[in-house]
């Protein structure tokens, strides 16, 4: 089953350069709403392999891209196509919400 790639300063712009609609999770250790929604996060990696990309960025470790973003609340996730930020989610929701979401970008 696949599993959300690891983002960080060095490598997101080609992440969010795929083909693919991309969710990324912005998050954090210390985060109790981020530590809820990251097994949402796991399962959506194997349920759209193929259709979209799931990444995480752990805000502590990549400043750069977090900074980037404006990301201030954690956990944040943004939905990117073509390289554009098309929604956005801040703090822990149910996984039918983002998977709502990815489903309007994958069509």
């Known amino acids: 089953m696949a599993k959300p790639i690891e983002i960080t300063d060095a490598n997101y712009s080609e992440v969010l350069a795929s ?28 349920e759209y392999e193929g259709k979209a990309v799931i990444a995480k960025v752990d805000v502590d470790n990549n400043p750069e891209i977090s900074a980037k973003y404006g990301i201030r609340s954690i956990p944040t996730l943004l939905i990117f196509k073509n390289n554009e930020i098309v929604d956005k989610q801040i703090g822990a929701v149910p996984k039918a919400v983002l998977a709502k979401k990815l489903d309007a970008q994958v069509a």
């Open 19 to 46: 083909d693919l609609p991309v969710l990324v999770d912005f998050w954090a250790e210390w985060c109790g709403p981020c530590k809820m929604i990251g097994p949402v996060v796991e399962q959506l990696a194997g």
